[in-house]
């Protein structure tokens, strides 16, 4: 079965600082892997995704996140912090099945910025 | 462009009521799914609808249920509510009924309800 798992329920940088959120998934199949931003009493949006065009992909806000498949990974970077991205981040992977498709997702790291 | 939008945004109820929560898909869109986030958790799949058909459900009891209708609008109906359903519930809608490839899904802000 697919799923995803996040390493670490919160982690705290500094501004400035290097942001790293792990990931790992787990898939018998070439995964579409999606990491979502969720700040506070708000829905998710989309930060990036990875559909096989290439390893290292790149999304809103300057986070890029790079697919190893040896590791099976997708952790989520962005080379400077800043305070406006303290929020809850969910990495998770796309299900089809039969005549549904649906997206599960990891448990959230929830990420703090100190000033 | 309007997002995907639900109503109501926040709303209480008390043990063994029912309740309906309500999602505007993006115009154009044809498939809804409906997840339940739990505080501290992330969103757990309840159901997906496309072109008015329920094609995928998730493991909930059957006291949730859900419709589509032809404007491609959905509700989602809990009843006999219990205190385990206080949850964020989140509607996202795609163009079509797969979630890979160009298909993303994209999220409302939810409907937190809060059962006492």
């Known amino acids: 079965a697919q799923s995803v798992t996040q390493l670490g329920s919160h982690v705290s940088v500094s501004e400035g600082a290097l942001v790293l959120l792990r990931c790992n998934y787990s898939?018998?199949?070439?995964?579409?892997l999606f990491w979502y931003v969720q700040y506070p009493n708000q829905g998710l949006q989309l930060l990036l995704k990875?559909?096989?065009?290439?390893?290292l992909v790149k999304g809103i806000n300057g986070f890029e996140a790079e697919f190893k498949k040896s590791e099976t990974s997708f952790h989520l970077t962005k080379p400077s912090a800043h305070m406006s991205d303290a929020a809850e981040y969910f990495c998770?992977?796309?299900?089809?099945?039969?005549?549904?498709?649906?997206?599960?997702f990891g448990s959230g790291t929830r990420l703090s910025i100190r000033p | 462009d309007a997002g995907v939008t639900q109503s109501p945004t926040h709303l209480i109820k008390t043990r063994g009521q029912h309740v309906t929560l309500r999602c505007s898909p993006i115009?154009?869109?044809?498939?809804v799914s409906w997840y339940q986030q739990v505080l501290g958790q992330g969103p757990q799949f309840i159901f997906q609808?496309?072109?008015?058909?329920?094609?995928g459900r998730g493991n909930f009891p059957d006291r949730f249920s859900a419709r589509q209708f032809p404007n491609y609008s959905s509700e989602l109906n809990v009843n006999a509510l219990l205190l385990g359903d206080s949850a964020l519930y989140l509607c996202?809608?795609?163009?079509?009924?797969?979630?890979?490839?160009?298909?993303?899904?994209?999220f409302g802000a939810g409907s937190r309800l809060t059962v006492l």
């Open positions: 990875y559909t096989s065009a290439a390893t």
């Open positions: 898939s018998s199949v070439p995964p579409y």
């Open positions: 115009s154009g869109h044809k498939s």
């Open positions: 609808y496309y072109e008015k058909e329920e094609r």
């Open positions: 998770a992977v796309s299900v089809s099945y039969s005549s549904a498709s649906k997206i599960i």
């Open positions: 996202a809608s795609s163009l079509g009924q797969s979630t890979t490839g160009a298909n993303v899904l994209t």
